[in-house]
């Protein structure tokens, strides 16, 4: 393993974070049901790479802040889907 990978990955998890915030912004303006959906996807997807981003480094801040956001963007889409 190179020593630039866990690196990467880190920034794989923080780009999917972004991307499942702004897909749940804009899933919980619309509440359209399609879009609802793929929010929920793409958020299980940042919680999957979260994951497996913990084997690594990235725990301290940075970790607590990314789990924190996602229990947020949960919550947001539990809501949305009442």
């Known amino acids: 393993m190179k020593m630039s990978q866990p690196f990467n990955d880190i920034q794989q998890v923080e780009m999917a974070i972004r991307a499942a915030q702004k897909m749940v912004g804009q899933a919980t303006k619309s509440m359209n049901p399609e879009q609802i959906e793929t929010a929920t996807n793409a958020l299980n997807d940042a ?10 480094e990235m725990s301290g801040e ?7 956001l996602i229990t947020k963007l949960e919550h947001q ?5 009442e």
């Open 47 to 56: 919680k999957a790479q979260l994951q497996d981003a913990a084997k690594y």
């Open 62 to 68: 940075l970790g607590a802040y990314s789990r924190d």
């Open 77 to 81: 889409l539990h809501e949305a889907k």
